[in-house]
Nanobody
Framework: QVHLVESGGGLVQAGGSLRLSCTVS????????MAWYRQAPGKERELVAT???????NYADSMKGRSTISRENAENTLNLQMNSLKPEDTAVYYC????????????????WGKGTLVTVSS
């Protein structure tokens, strides 16, 4: 079982920055990748950025050049640094943990945090 707790959300003006963090606890030996997703009011949840267990990263087009995803393995923390924020970045941001599958002796589970709200004012 893995538990995820997000923090760092809040109200920021357009053009500002925020750093989101996700604290990971539990059995993490089966980690495959982690990610940040977001869900704006009335919209579906969408991928923001991913980081694999070997450190490879990917970003949604909307966040490329404005965000950096990183992991602090020693502290079991996933971060998302967001710069040049826009009102359309307003959303609840969720931390996501993906396990390796049966081939790796794991269960392929997906875990979610409860989210942290980011509000960007114009």
């Amino acid at each position: 079982q893995v538990h995820l707790v997000e923090s760092g959300g809040g109200l920021v003006q357009a053009g500002g920055s925020l750093r989101l963090s996700c604290t990971v606890s539990g059995d993490t030996k089966c980690i495959r990748a982690m990610a940040w997703y977001r869900q704006a009011p009335g919209k579906e949840r969408e991928l923001v950025a991913t980081i694999s267990n070997n450190g490879a990263t990917n970003y949604a087009d909307s966040m490329k050049g404005r965000s950096t995803i990183s992991r602090e393995n020693a502290e079991n923390t996933l971060n998302l640094q967001m710069n040049s924020l826009k009102p359309e970045d307003t959303a609840v941001y969720y931390c996501n943990y993906l396990e390796a599958g049966w081939a790796m002796g794991c269960h392929g589970m997906t875990y979610w945090g409860k989210g942290t709200l980011v509000t960007v004012s114009s």
